[in-house]
């Protein structure tokens, strides 16, 4: 299973995107992107269960993703955070992503949530460091997704 790109959305924006294989032809702009994702995934759980979608799966690709609440400096109350993976469409892909995706997900979200929870998250620069995080979890193309799964857990 090839893992494409892995980030975090925070308002309708890119806080963290890392590309580890090119999965578009073109510059696609980041922030429509982010924006048109979290659209979408609104609209799907408005439209039918919160808790039913876990990714949205295409012709090559699969974008799978998890939703958490963090509370910035700004905000009263806790507001969406989005994690999610871009990865290359695989049979049987249901093993997957109740086993080893969603577990990835869930543990990118806490360790950020545990960083940043009520800071500034406008300044998308400070979350350099985190892109090493996300190397840690899907950037090394010797391992599998299981050995990567096993180091992290």
Known sequence: MVVREAGLLFRGYTLIKKSYHKSTKGKI?????SGLLTAILN???TTFSKDVIEYFEGKKFLIAFTEDKIIAEDSFEP???VSYVI??????IEKYMRKIIQPLLKKI?????????????????QFKNFKLYLDEIFGSDTNTIDEKFKKIF
């Open 29 to 33: 702009d980041t922030d429509l992107r």
């Open 43 to 45: 609209f799907a759980q």
């Open 79 to 81: 507001e969406l955070l």
């Open 87 to 92: 990865l290359d469409k695989e049979k049987k």
């Open 109 to 125: 979200t806490q360790e950020f949530k545990s960083l940043n929870s009520g800071k500034n998250l406008s300044e998308v620069s």
